[in-house]
């Protein structure tokens, strides 16, 4: 197993104990559908995913997972609300292009939201920067600027201002080390590596 | 749909239909239903046939059926050909057959000639037997559920216990849907390409312009013309109309242009055909009157504009409430005859009514009847959709 994918499953293991069994669960940008496909054979969730990309789209079908391709944002607003138990945005937030949109709607069709990002706050990033003066390039962010989509150097700092300028209720948090298993407790938004946030209204 | 199945030409010996991946030839059967049917109308026939046609084998457990709905000039001739002169094969032979997509040695295939229709299904062109004279106008008004229904008792007849799969696009898609609704315990796929849960303005409005170019030619007479006779005219021009709505500007623009005939004078001023668009359109006109009965475009098109889900059931979700399938909608971003979001909102109402359901678009240039296209995304999709992956094994092993 890569060390990349290895962190991947620490982070579905996360997510999946946060995730009720038998509930409805929305994956915003779901890609190719692993996370739910996780969550339907651990958790017996009603999953569906949403994605742009129709390949993202064909394997998740591929999968047995359900999934809608289109804009995340118009897909929410034709739910009632809280039609989902809850909603994931698990690699995702950095690259909204109106993350606040997102999050409001999300909370609103879902009981509770799941937020996983990589803290671009993490000193091992800050060095990078510091040192190379270039954009970062490691096993987490594997492209180059010019290959890669527009996206938000987001960190945990950041999202916690967010969370409480918006009044959003952060039931829970979870910050992991450099590696993404150990759990890091001191100075997060300096010595975590990924954050996850659990959000209701 | 278009008559526009292309066959690429032989570069070896190899007659067509022995050609790898192509079931071959076929013939098409015929199922009698023998006692009274009711219409949706209340109106009733004596009985009924639909002209069928059969690819792969049903299996021991009887569950391997994959049922394919056609669009509205289509008809149960779906895969291979009928004889090895043809020239053309069934008008989705690239997506059906041996390791195709919808793979014809795993899937017992099915496809029928709908009711109303007129390639060997009863319908206004079939004999009265209380008058000796064709139907016509007296055939029994024909809705998409009548449709379902009668193929719903083939398939029983041909001891389908339950359907792996119903496929369609375009009315066939409504078709499919339908289905699941109609019968939740028997259908455990739909797949349902370019279609709607009920028609615009415009489309109806489309529909309708067919019908009076049908109903305003003389030779119509009030639907009661000798079956060699008939419309001709009017149905030409319904067709070559609802031709343009099945493809695109792009693509008409790609295939014609401002291409001038050959045979054109290079006289600006006259009427006689110009461009090569115009020859075309008129090819399409005259093909269609040798296979078509005017009347059945009347009444399948009526059909068509009467389907309405919504309206049916009170909403789309109290539509979709009793459908136990899995439900895969495909748009496509060129159809501006259903277009995408009239299929976006299938897989949505499906989802608020707590189903299993998906979409996907594929981007195409080529109308309403991409979902005829050759497209090995199409291919990889549908046949996901239908066969599906082993179950992932996530490995926690380190």
């Not at chain 2, 219409?39 to 069928?52: C, D, E, I, W």
């Not at chain 2, 895969?79 to 390791?99: C, E, Q, V």
Request: a neutral charge.
């Amino acid at each position: 197993m890569t060390k990349l994918v290895e962190k991947r499953t620490v982070d579905m293991e996360i997510i999946g104990d946060w995730v009720e069994p038998n509930t409805r669960v929305l994956d915003l940008g779901c890609g190719p559908g692993v996370l739910l496909d996780y969550l339907v054979q651990t958790k017996k969730v009603s999953a569906v995913g949403v994605d742009l990309d129709f390949t993202k789209i064909t394997a998740c079908v591929r999968r047995g997972v359900a999934a809608y391709q289109g804009d995340m944002i118009a897909f929410m607003r034709t739910f009632p609300e809280r039609h989902f138990d809850r909603v994931i945005c698990s690699r995702t937030v950095q690259e909204l292009s109106d993350p606040t949109a997102v999050i409001t709607e999300a909370l609103r069709v879902g009981r509770a939201l799941t937020v996983g990002f990589v803290n671009h706050g993490f000193w091992k990033n800050r060095l990078h920067t510091l040192l190379r003066g270039r954009k970062i390039r490691n096993e987490v962010y594997t492209t180059e600027w010019f290959e890669s989509r527009p996206a938000n150097p987001v960190t945990i700092a950041d999202f916690e201002h967010f969370c409480a300028a918006k009044g959003i209720r952060v039931a829970r948090r979870a910050h992991l080390a450099g590696n993404w298993h150990k759990p890091c407790r001191t100075l997060p938004n300096l010595l975590a590596g990924y954050a996850l946030y659990d959000l209701t209204r | 749909m278009t008559d526009d199945v292309e066959v690429t030409s032989d570069t070896d010996s190899t007659p067509r239909h022995l050609a790898p991946g192509d079931v071959g030839l076929v013939s098409p059967r015929d199922f009698v239903h023998a006692q009274p049917f009711t219409f949706k109308s209340g109106q009733v026939l004596p009985g009924f046939t639909l002209r069928y046609e059969t690819y792969g084998q049903l299996n021991a457990t009887r569950d391997n059926a994959i049922l394919i709905c056609h669009a509205l000039s289509g008809d149960h001739h779906c895969a291979g050909w009928h004889s090895p002169t043809d020239r053309k094969p069934g008008w989705w032979n690239n997506l059906i057959g041996p390791g195709k997509a919808v793979d014809s040695r795993r899937f017992f295939v099915v496809s029928v000639n709908v009711l109303g229709g007129c390639q060997g299904s009863t319908g206004p062109s079939s004999t009265n037997p209380e008058t000796g004279r064709p139907y016509g106008t007296l055939f029994p008004f024909v809705t998409i559920r009548d449709m379902v229904r009668s193929q719903k008792l083939l398939l029983d007849h041909l001891g389908v216990a339950e359907l792996h799969g119903v496929i369609g696009g375009s009315m066939g898609g409504m078709t499919a849907m339908l289905f699941a609704i109609e019968y939740p315990r028997f259908v455990r796929r739909v797949l349902a390409m370019a279609t709607t849960g009920r028609e615009s303005a415009q489309a109806i409005a489309f529909n309708e312009v067919g019908r009076q170019a049908i109903m305003q030619d003389p030779a119509w007479n009030r639907g009661d013309y000798p079956r060699d006779g008939g419309p001709r005219v009017g149905l030409a021009i319904a067709r070559m109309m609802a031709h343009i709505t099945y493809v695109s500007d792009a693509s008409m623009d790609r295939k014609f242009g401002r291409r001038k005939k050959e045979t054109a004078t290079g006289d600006a001023y006259t009427f006689d055909v110009q461009f090569e668009v115009e020859g075309y359109l008129r090819h399409q006109g005259q093909s269609f009157i040798n296979r078509f009965d005017a009347n059945s475009y009347l009444y399948i098109t009526r059909a068509l504009d009467q389907f309405d889900l919504a309206d049916a059931h009170g909403s789309l979700e109290a539509a979709f409430a009793p459908v136990e399938a899995e439900t895969l909608v495909v748009g496509f971003t060129s159809d501006w005859l259903f277009p995408p979001e009239q299929n976006r909102a299938l897989t949505l109402a499906l989802l608020r009514a707590g189903k299993r359901a998906s979409y996907a678009e594929l981007s195409t240039d080529l109308g309403h009847d991409s979902f005829l296209l050759e497209s090995e995304e199409l291919y990889t999709l549908v046949r996901g959709f239908l066969e599906r992956d082993q179950p992932f094994v996530f490995d926690y092993s380190i």
